[in-house]
């Protein structure tokens, strides 16, 4: 079990990358780069190819991804790319916005690789990760094989997970539900009103035909 790779890239660029073993992941993230260029949106995807998973990050402009064992599950890895993604910002800051290929790799690289053995060795990082909860935890994250998406060559399906659009869904689901309970309230009271003086009047025309002796109220008329 472990996280054998990782990068971090903005946009198509790559700023640093470190791979712990000899495989293609390098190629095969930079399809993946391709595949979601496009894609502006902040999101947590996995994709599978061969026995490995490419679990990605995109959040405030930049991508941070690394490559594990299915073994691995995704709460150690998408912990690992938090922990990257907020030690990289913290880092180099404003620099990130304008950096050129590589320009932070030299010294980069060697985060990656410690904490690449960090979060496949440790056990803490795992016990750290479970005290996170539902904060570091990845929702709704569905793998997809990169070799068959490639070989249709249709874009890479990044299925989302986006806890701030069902936020955001949940609050105008809320407001609508209470604008329509509102309204349905004022119908229903309007509907008692007109009622009520509706009976009213009936009962005071009632009274008023016995008092002046017919339904033409010809006597009180006089």
């Not at 016990?127 to 490639?150: A, C, H, P, T, Y």
């Not at 009520?196 to 017919?214: E, N, P, Q």
Request: overall charge positive.
């Amino acid at each position: 079990m472990g996280i054998f790779y990782g990068m971090v890239a903005r946009g198509q660029v790559v700023l640093a990358e470190f791979s712990a073993t000899q495989t293609n992941a390098s190629t095969i993230s930079r399809q993946i780069l391709e595949r979601m260029d496009e894609a502006k949106n902040d999101s947590n995807s996995s994709f599978s190819h061969d026995r490995y998973i490419f679990h990605v990050k995109r959040t405030d402009g930049l991508t941070v991804l690394c490559m594990a064992d299915d073994a691995s599950g995704r709460r150690i890895p998408f912990a690992f790319l938090e922990d990257i993604h907020q030690n990289f910002v913290k880092t180099y800051g404003r620099a990130i916005l304008s950096a050129s290929a590589y320009a932070m790799n030299d010294e980069f690289s060697r985060v990656l690789s410690q904490q690449m053995e960090y979060f496949s060795n440790d056990p803490n990082a795992d016990r750290l990760n479970r005290l996170k909860g539902e904060m570091s935890q990845v929702r709704s994250v569905m793998i997809d094989n990169i070799e068959k998406v490639l070989e249709r060559g249709d874009r890479l399906a990044l299925l989302v997970e986006k806890t701030s659009t069902m936020h955001g869904n949940s609050l105008r689901f809320k407001r609508q539900s209470r604008r329509f309970k509102n309204a349905m309230w004022w119908r229903d009271c309007k509907f008692r009103a007109t009622s009520i003086l509706l009976l009213l009047l009936i009962i005071a025309y009632v009274l008023l035909t016995f008092v002046c002796h017919g339904f033409f109220l010809s006597s009180c008329m006089m």
